[in-house]
């Protein structure tokens, strides 16, 4: 079973920057996707960054390009979100996700994401 535990979450004033950390354990995750997803109050669940396999390609939500950076570092399981100039609206719960299949992409669909964090809590005041 996977393991997906985040960690990094705090309080920040808008325009401060966060750095996110995910460790996985349970099996090695080299061979799959993995993602950062956020779910603000009252909203809906959605995607925010996704990164392949190797690190090669990275995808991110319109709302987020230019400010967070994903990376992976495949000998330590771990994947990291470095969010900068936060805004009031980044503020939400972020789960690391990955999938259980390998797809040899960045699936953008929340369903394609099979194992979830517990999520960490990011509140960005204005």
């Known amino acids: 079973q996977v393991q997906l535990v985040e960690s990094g979450g705090g309080l920040v004033q808008a325009g401060g920057s966060l750095r996110l950390s995910c460790a996985a354990s349970?099996?090695?995750?080299?061979?799959?996707?993995m993602a950062w997803l956020r779910q603000a109050p009252g909203k809906e669940r959605e995607f925010v960054a996704g990164?392949?396999?190797?690190?090669?390609?990275?995808s991110y939500a319109d709302s987020v390009k230019g400010r967070f950076t994903i990376s992976r570092d495949n000998a330590k399981n771990t994947v990291d979100l470095q969010m900068s100039s936060l805004k009031a609206e980044d503020t939400a719960v972020y789960y690391c996700?990955?999938?259980?299949?390998?797809?040899?992409?960045?699936?953008?669909?929340?369903?394609?994401?099979?194992?979830w964090g517990q999520g960490t809590q990011v509140t960005v005041s204005s």
């Open positions: 990164i392949n396999w190797n690190g090669g390609r990275t």
């Open positions: 996700a990955t999938e259980f299949a390998a797809s040899w992409t960045i699936p953008l669909s929340l369903s394609s994401y099979d194992y």
């Open positions: 349970g099996r090695t995750v080299s061979r799959f996707a």
